[in-house]
């Protein structure tokens, strides 16, 4: 994904706009929406292995799934995303009646890519960072064993603990579950060019 911004709109605007389109996604933040391109075959394969992993971890838990199609809304940060992976415990709360924006993850997931890790890991993260209810941020990288786990301690300070070893297992405390690396990365081959997205 490649982030391409447009003029400035108020959120309600993005908001109109976006629920209407059919074939394309943007983001928004602060007055500025970003158009969002397609993700590359490792990404979409990394995003389901997660997704589908936690969705059986979480078979008799409260806490629910959701891909890349939730939008999620910060209010704080007058932001709007589209996270790979989201999750959440609690009942869904949502910005308006369309429940199509949800309001408190508590656990999002990035796939990084090339062209977005540089956001993803800062200006995306403090927007984040803003959401009261999230408890952990994930970033996974898409060319290399490599998970960063972000967890909010009860201070309100971050805590980073970085997984690179094939046979680690990933902990999720926020809901309560573990993945291996192995099952993250399932069929992904780390090849010399794997595409941008």
Known sequence: MSLQ????????????????????KHEYVAGHVYAMTGASYHHNLITLNLASELRAALKSSPC?????DMRIRVEAADAST????????????FHDERRDVLTNPILLIEVL????EGYDRGGKFALYRA??????????AQD?????????RDDNRWVLT??????????FDA?????????IYARVRFDADQGES
């Open 144 to 152: 290399r064993y490599s998970v960063d786990v972000f967890t909010r």
């Open 175 to 183: 809901i309560a579950c573990a993945v291996p690396m192995a099952e």
């Open 113 to 116: 890519s090339p062209s977005t």
């Open 162 to 171: 970085a997984y690179s070893d094939p046979d680690d297992l990933i902990r």
């Open 64 to 68: 629910v799934v959701l891909t890349a």
């Open 5 to 24: 911004p447009k003029s400035a709109y108020r959120f309600e605007d993005y908001l109109a706009v976006e629920r209407e389109a059919v074939d394309a």
């Open 131 to 140: 959401l009261p209810s999230l408890r952990q941020y994930i970033l996974v």
């Open 82 to 93: 589209y996270p790979d992976v989201v999750a959440l415990c609690d009942e869904p709360a």
